[in-house]
């Protein structure tokens, strides 16, 4: 059963950072897109970030500077390391997987359940 789990929310203040994992199983998570969304009270659902199969990355203007995404193919994980953090960054983050699709769209085939992220002093 292929399934996608996320780990590493939590509060931090202003300016502050964390790292956030995605890991697979029971599939090779490098052989698909995975992709970073997040979602606040009352707000769509937004794309942060993916990366291709072949380390392509790409990242939504509110975060470019401030959070890379990367892979550990060896422990089949994506990470989100995320930096300067700001209260506007509050929000459940959620990783997806897909086998084609390349983007910030929420069309994703796979997803994990959310974690949450609180950025407040």
């Known amino acids: 059963q292929l399934q996608l789990v996320e780990s590493g929310g939590g509060l931090v203040q202003p300016g502050g950072s964390l790292r956030l994992s995605c890991a697979g199983s029971g599939f090779t998570l490098n052989s698909f897109v995975i992709g970073w969304f997040r979602q606040a009270p009352g707000k769509e659902r937004e794309g942060v970030s993916c990366i291709s199969s072949d380390g392509s990355t790409h990242y939504a203007d509110s975060v470019k500077g401030r959070f890379t995404i990367s892979r550990d193919n060896a422990k089949n994980t994506v990470y989100l390391q995320m930096n300067s953090l700001k209260p506007e960054d509050t929000a459940v983050y959620y990783c997806?997987?897909?086998?084609?699709?390349?983007?910030?769209?929420?069309?994703?085939?796979?997803w994990g359940q959310g974690t949450q992220v609180t950025v407040s002093s």
């Open positions: 997806a997987g897909d086998p084609y699709y390349y983007g910030l769209g929420s069309v994703y085939d796979y």
